[in-house]
């Protein structure tokens, strides 16, 4: 379950603090470990601050988009002070987060994604999330280090694992039962994003609409069956519309 669980570190600046991400992720029992753009990478400096975890940092695949480290996940979380910028889904508390991501780790890969040391995700790379969540802190200063950040949360998602009862049997949850990848959501959103637009329903790509039917969609939760129906169905719609 745990090598399900995924953290993606976006356009690291320093590489001292991915070595100690990968050190605060080995602690707590994670492995998989996906750059996005990192400045300077690989790096001695990595290597050093990893002190002991350097497999991790050795065994780290860098991608060029947070598309690309996310596609096959089914649950992507990102780490944002920006509350409620963005109408996604939000945990308040990163203890029902840990669970959920660990809930949904038993099947399909998840990811937690972290932002640049001096000002985190951009609201295009929180919307390749599906949630958002916070680490609570002080709020006279609530400023955390990016392997700081790391360390928290993957504590939390460590505890959530380690406390799910040893005898916790689930059976094999079909394929079609399964929430969507990013990559499957997606492709829905594109085909939405057309037939809204072939429609007249809304006369611009990028509307507000969009993306509040996003977040919508992502609070809906369809399952892998849900969405070939619903991409069925604007197949249909499709075929009544006006040609391009």
Not at 104 to 119: C, I, K, Q, Y
């Amino acid at each position: 379950m745990l090598s399900n669980i995924r953290i993606v570190l976006v356009q690291t600046f320093h590489p001292g603090n991915i070595g100690a991400s990968a050190r605060a992720m080995k602690t707590m029992g994670l492995s998989d470990l996906v750059l996005v753009n990192p400045r300077r990478f690989p790096d001695p400096e990595a290597s050093r601050l990893a002190a002991g975890a350097e497999d991790l940092v050795d065994n780290a695949r860098v991608v060029e988009s947070l598309a690309n480290a996310t596609n096959d996940c089914v649950q992507v979380v990102g780490a944002s002070a920006r509350l409620r910028s963005l109408p996604l889904p939000h945990f308040d508390e990163p203890d029902v987060m840990a669970r959920d991501l660990v809930s949904h780790a038993t099947s399909d890969p998840v990811a937690l994604v972290f932002g640049r040391e001096r000002f985190g995700l951009t609201n295009d790379e929180i919307r390749c999330c599906s949630h958002q969540v916070s680490i609570p802190a002080n709020p006279d200063y609530s400023i955390l280090n990016l392997a700081q950040a790391v360390q928290v949360l993957a504590h939390e998602v460590f505890t959530a694992w380690r406390r799910r009862p040893h005898n916790d049997y689930r059976p094999a949850i079909p394929a079609e039962d399964r929430p969507p990848t990013r990559e499957q959501l997606g492709h829905f959103q594109v085909h939405l994003s057309q037939v809204m637009q072939r429609s007249g329903f809304i006369n611009q790509p990028h509307a507000r609409t969009e993306a509040q039917l996003e977040a919508l969609f992502a609070r809906a939760r369809p399952s892998r069956k849900e969405l070939s129906l619903l991409r069925g169905l604007l197949g249909s719609l499709e075929q009544h519309l006006p040609g391009e």
